[in-house]
């Protein structure tokens, strides 16, 4: 809270003495959310410099200004030529029409029937796609309707899913799948192999949830030790007290050794990131977890994130663990990625799967309102902008690459839509590898590794069809 409050007043003071605090409100009536998104875009946009657009020299009077904000269909059409390098740089800047909604999900609340799948292409077909269950939130619609990892769907309301009715389909807020199973025809061949229609019909609706962020906690023994298993969706800004309350079973199960499950993490609160860090270790309380550097105009917003004894006053629990092992995919993203980024000047940290997301920077939410802020938001719309601002880095200035985190060598490994497995059971493929190496079993871990990939090629995931993403690295 009292980093948002310093970026406020900082905010406030750069907008009163700004190159247009003599510019009459009135001005740009016609395109008054534009003036709101070049204003702010101008002042905390992490690659300003990158943007000739953005330069505080770049209008010459008020009438240039305002014919230049003029030029816009739309206020989404200014805040893209505003990006720098979409494609490759920043792929994750948003700007939304409607910010409740957007508040929502940064609290992990959002409308969903709970079920999460990848689509790929279907086997033998160019135009098919085959949908596979990858996780059923707890609680939700598609949980109390009986929907597993694992499941198959090739049809939405019989009608089969291609790439180009999948968006239909499936941004309805209420639709039948009808579950199907891969037939191999008996043969070793693949080029015969098809999915068939199996009877299940799955009648799905999407209701407003709140997501319980950490989704499974589990503690196993192997080779006469203990091992503790969290996997945690999502960097959700009070979530941490219940974080720590698991930590708190495991410290009395006496673990020792931890397997953290992001495989499906997009992120979230870079201040709850540095509390799970502080869980894991311990012995580092007072040092550096996370660098925060903003543009040449928040310079004095740059911020370092010490590990921490206490949440609130309250004592952490810490494992005081020296190796942990992490489970990505390519969902694991931004603050994810900071956690892993962050640890590892400091403990070993084995990362089991594939490349994550690649996503380094921090964002915060920005309103029509004199310092951009919640408060005082202009009633007239619901628009805010949620720009990168700054880059997350580790004590040793690191940040993590575009291409994403890579996994340890010898721990490569992408799921395979026909052995998911089930998440916290100890047979669970990803877990089942790193339980295999605390046990030092080479003939397990290999075992997992032979399985055969029969599907492959995804195309789009369950976070295609949200208006915008959740999680982030939210610089709190």
């Given at each position: 809270m009292?980093?948002?409050k310093?970026l406020v007043v900082l905010l406030a003071a750069l ?8 510019r009459?409100?009135?001005l740009?009536q016609?395109?008054s ?8 875009m ?8 990158e943007?000739p657009n ?6 010459g009077?008020?009438a240039e200004?305002?014919e ?5 269909s739309s ?5 893209e ?12 800047s948003i700007i939304?029409d ?10 992990g609340i ?9 689509l790929y292409a279907?086997p033998n077909?160019?135009?098919?796609l085959v ?6 939130l707890?609680g939700s619609?598609a949980?109390?309707k ?6 198959l769907?090739t049809?939405v309301?019989g009608?089969?899913?291609t790439r180009?009715n999948a968006?239909?389909l499936l941004?309805?807020?209420v639709?039948?799948i009808n579950?199907?199973?891969y037939?191999?025809?008996g ?5 015969d ?6 009877g ?7 209701f407003?949830?709140?997501e319980n962020p950490?989704h499974?906690s589990?503690?196993f023994?192997?080779?006469?030790e203990n091992?503790?298993y969290v996997?945690?969706?999502g960097f959700?800004a ?10 708190a079973n495991?410290?009395s ?11 499906y993490?997009?992120?979230g609160s870079?201040?709850?990131t ?16 996370e660098?925060?550097?903003?543009n040449?105009n928040?310079q ?5 994130y010490?590990?921490?004894?206490n949440?609130?006053?309250?004592a952490?629990?810490?494992l005081?663990?020296s190796k942990i092992?992490v489970?990505?995919?390519?969902r694991?993203?931004?603050a994810?990625?900071g956690?892993i980024?962050g640890?590892?000047?400091y403990?070993e940290?084995v990362q089991?799967?594939?490349?994550t997301t ?7 939410v920005?309103y ?12 007239a719309?619901?628009?805010a902008i949620?720009?990168?601002i700054a880059?997350g880095?580790?004590k040793?200035l690191?940040?993590v690459p575009?291409?994403g985190?890579?996994p340890?060598i010898?721990?490569e490994?992408?799921?395979r839509p026909l052995?998911l497995?089930?998440?916290g059971?100890e047979?669970?493929?990803m877990l089942a ?15 997992v590794?032979e399985?055969?990939?029969l599907i ?6 369950s976070?295609d ?10 610089a709190?």
């Amino acid at each position: 809270m009292k980093r948002i409050k310093a970026l406020v007043v900082l905010l406030a003071a750069l907008v009163l003495t700004s190159c247009f605090e003599d510019r009459d409100d009135n001005l740009v009536q016609s395109s008054s959310i534009n003036d709101f998104v070049w204003k702010a875009m101008n002042l905390v946009y992490l690659y300003k410099s990158e943007i000739p657009n953005l330069a505080d020299d770049r209008f010459g009077s008020n009438a240039e200004y305002s014919e230049y904000l003029n030029g816009f269909s739309s206020p989404e059409a200014l805040f893209e030529s505003l990006i720098y390098q979409r494609e490759t740089v920043d792929r994750f800047s948003i700007i939304v029409d409607d910010y409740i909604t957007l508040e929502q999900r940064l609290q992990g609340i959002f409308k969903t029937n709970g079920m999460e799948f990848a689509l790929y292409a279907a086997p033998n077909s160019d135009t098919e796609l085959v949908g596979v269950v990858r996780l059923v939130l707890n609680g939700s619609e598609a949980d109390i309707k009986g929907v597993k990892r694992g499941n198959l769907f090739t049809q939405v309301d019989g009608t089969t899913i291609t790439r180009t009715n999948a968006g239909s389909l499936l941004n309805q807020d209420v639709y039948t799948i009808n579950l199907g199973t891969y037939n191999d025809k008996g043969t070793t061949e693949t080029s015969d192999d098809s999915i068939e229609p199996n009877g299940t019909n799955i009648v799905l609706e999407k209701f407003q949830f709140t997501e319980n962020p950490i989704h499974i906690s589990e503690t196993f023994q192997v080779g006469g030790e203990n091992v503790g298993y969290v996997m945690y969706n999502g960097f959700t800004a009070g979530s941490e007290n219940s974080l720590n309350n698991v930590f708190a079973n495991f410290k009395s199960s006496n673990v020792q050794h931890l397997v953290l499950d992001l495989r499906y993490n997009p992120g979230g609160s870079v201040t709850t990131t540095t509390f799970l860090a502080s869980m894991i270790t311990g012995q580092f309380t007072g040092q550096v977890f996370e660098k925060l550097v903003y543009n040449e105009n928040l310079q004095e917003l740059n911020f370092d994130y010490l590990f921490t004894s206490n949440i609130n006053g309250s004592a952490i629990n810490s494992l005081n663990l020296s190796k942990i092992y992490v489970l990505t995919t390519d969902r694991s993203a931004s603050a994810s990625e900071g956690l892993i980024n962050g640890l590892k000047p400091y403990i070993e940290v084995v990362q089991i799967g594939i490349n994550t997301t690649g996503k380094t920077q921090a964002s915060r939410v920005f309103y029509d309102s004199a310092d951009f802020g919640r408060q005082g938001a202009n009633p007239a719309h619901t628009y805010a902008i949620q720009p990168l601002i700054a880059n997350g880095i580790n004590k040793n200035l690191e940040a993590v690459p575009g291409t994403g985190l890579p996994p340890s060598i010898g721990f490569e490994y992408e799921e395979r839509p026909l052995n998911l497995g089930v998440l916290g059971d100890e047979n669970e493929p990803m877990l089942a590898l790193a339980l295999a190496d605390i046990e030092n079993s080479t003939t397990k871990r290999n075992i997992v590794k032979e399985q055969p990939q029969l599907i492959t090629n995804k195309t789009m995931d369950s976070f295609d069809f949200l208006p915008f993403e959740k999680g982030g690295m939210i610089a709190d």
